[in-house]
């Protein structure tokens, strides 16, 4: 067992207890990081709901009333669980979640003008969007208290499998090892081994990559579609005091807060099969080809109409990616 825990031998005595092989890829990520440690858990979703619970049941904290995340999936576990379970406190001992850009254009917050945080005894980043292009030091010198930073496996990373990953300091991660086999949320080691070391060697490449293909996909979509507002990278990193982070992501809509046009549901059934080098509709970023979503009052493909389009530019080469741009040039008044 002490070879398995140290990441040397990668059989498995008890799959959601050791795992030679979730050592490996926890240690592997904590290098990418820069960072004491991490661990990795079934999702991104799983990671939060661990956390929250180490830090409720071991450490009798609460969540803080002051709401600096906004993505629905975080909202609806708050509300619907852990607000139930673990009832505001008025003791200062508080948990604080950011997310430093959400997933809506124009939602962002700057890390640097927080300005409560020596009142918050943990801080919880979820970092999904930038991955670890913010290096751990960059994080733990705005923390005050204890530090989490998670995000989600297939996003930048591999799209091999799904998981969540935490980083952190050894002796807070080490009590969420033992919350996280309590609850059976332990990365299996089946996933594990799917997770290679080219995966870690190719990372900052493509990430470098994906950026790259955001501007010029922006660049391009501005210079076609002036009346639209093209949100990059850049201005996503520099709104949340990041300015050397990087992702694939590119928002678009109309200045004026207008639904977008319905003609854009047409338009997302034509372009899921790739044709004429027009980005597939499709969750999710970070990965090899692009892929384009519609999004209304911070939900998936609602029926009420679009807000904004999130468009998570791939690896392909960057004529292509003009041509993905060329093609909104028919979206939603030019026939």
Same mark, same amino acid.
């Given at each position: 067992?002490?070879?398995?825990?140290?990441?040397?031998?990668?059989?498995?005595?008890?799959?959601?207890?050791?795992?030679?092989?979730?050592?490996?890829?926890?240690?592997?990520?904590?290098?990418?990081?820069?960072?004491?440690?991490?661990?990795?858990?079934?999702?991104?979703? $799983?990671?939060?709901?661990? /956390? &929250? =619970?180490?830090?409720?049941?071991?450490?009798?904290?609460?969540?803080? %009333?002051? +709401? *600096?995340?906004?993505?629905?999936?975080?909202?609806?576990?708050?509300?619907?669980?852990?607000?139930?379970?673990?009832?505001?406190?008025?003791?200062?001992?508080?948990?604080?979640?950011?997310?430093?850009?959400?997933?809506?254009?124009?939602?962002?917050?700057?890390?640097?003008?927080?300005?409560?945080?020596?009142?918050?005894?943990?801080?919880?980043?979820?970092?999904?969007?930038?991955?670890?292009?913010?290096?751990?030091?960059?994080?733990?010198?705005?923390?005050?208290?204890?530090?989490?930073?998670?995000?989600?496996?297939?996003?930048?990373?591999?799209?091999?499998?799904?998981?969540?990953?935490?980083?952190?300091?050894?002796?807070?991660?080490?009590?969420?090892?033992?919350? $996280?086999?309590?609850?059976? /949320? &332990? =990365?299996?080691?089946?996933?594990?081994?799917?997770?290679?070391?080219? %995966?870690? +060697? *190719?990372?900052?490449?493509?990430?470098?990559?994906?950026?790259?293909?955001?501007?010029?996909?922006?660049?391009?979509?501005?210079?076609?579609?002036?009346?639209?507002?093209?949100?990059?990278?850049?201005?996503?990193?520099?709104?949340?005091?990041?300015?050397?982070?990087?992702?694939?992501?590119?928002?678009?809509?109309?200045?004026?807060?207008?639904?977008?046009?319905?003609?854009?549901?047409?338009?997302?059934?034509?372009?899921?099969?790739?044709?004429?080098?027009?980005?597939?509709?499709?969750?999710?970023?970070?990965?090899?080809?692009?892929?384009?979503?519609?999004?209304?009052?911070?939900?998936?493909?609602?029926?009420?109409?679009?807000?904004?389009?999130?468009?998570?530019?791939?690896?392909?080469?960057?004529?292509?990616?003009?041509?993905?741009?060329?093609?909104?040039?028919?979206?939603?008044?030019? +026939?």
């Amino acid at each position: 067992m002490e070879q398995q825990s140290l990441g040397n031998r990668f059989g498995s005595i008890w799959d959601t207890y050791e795992c030679g092989e979730r050592t490996r890829l926890e240690n592997e990520l904590a290098n990418l990081y820069k960072a004491p440690d991490s661990l990795v858990v079934s999702s991104g979703m $799983a990671a939060i709901t661990c /956390v &929250l =619970l180490d830090l409720m049941t071991n450490h009798n904290l609460y969540l803080s %009333d002051e +709401k *600096t995340y906004g993505y629905f999936e975080i909202n609806n576990l708050i509300e619907s669980v852990f607000n139930k379970l673990f009832p505001m406190n008025p003791v200062n001992k508080k948990i604080k979640i950011i997310e430093p850009i959400v997933n809506e254009p124009g939602m962002t917050i700057n890390l640097n003008n927080l300005t409560d945080l020596d009142e918050t005894n943990a801080l919880i980043i979820d970092n999904s969007l930038f991955s670890s292009s913010v290096p751990w030091p960059e994080w733990r010198k705005r923390a005050r208290g204890k530090l989490f930073v998670i995000e989600s496996l297939p996003k930048y990373l591999t799209h091999k499998v799904s998981g969540g990953v935490i980083i952190g300091e050894k002796d807070l991660l080490e009590s969420l090892r033992q919350t $996280a086999r309590k609850i059976g /949320v &332990l =990365l299996s080691r089946q996933a594990s081994e799917k997770i290679l070391n080219e %995966d870690f +060697k *190719t990372h900052n490449r493509r990430l470098e990559r994906l950026k790259d293909n955001a501007d010029v996909f922006a660049n391009k979509l501005r210079d076609i579609r002036p009346d639209l507002v093209v949100q990059t990278p850049h201005d996503l990193a520099a709104g949340a005091g990041l300015i050397r982070a990087k992702s694939s992501l590119v928002f678009v809509y109309y200045p004026n807060d207008q639904q977008l046009d319905r003609e854009f549901s047409d338009w997302a059934k034509n372009t899921s099969r790739l044709l004429d080098n027009r980005p597939m509709v499709r969750a999710g970023y970070g990965w090899n080809k692009t892929y384009g979503r519609a999004y209304g009052n911070n939900q998936l493909n609602t029926s009420k109409g679009q807000k904004y389009l999130r468009f998570s530019i791939g690896l392909e080469n960057k004529d292509i990616i003009e041509q993905m741009a060329v093609h909104l040039r028919r979206y939603p008044n030019d +026939k």
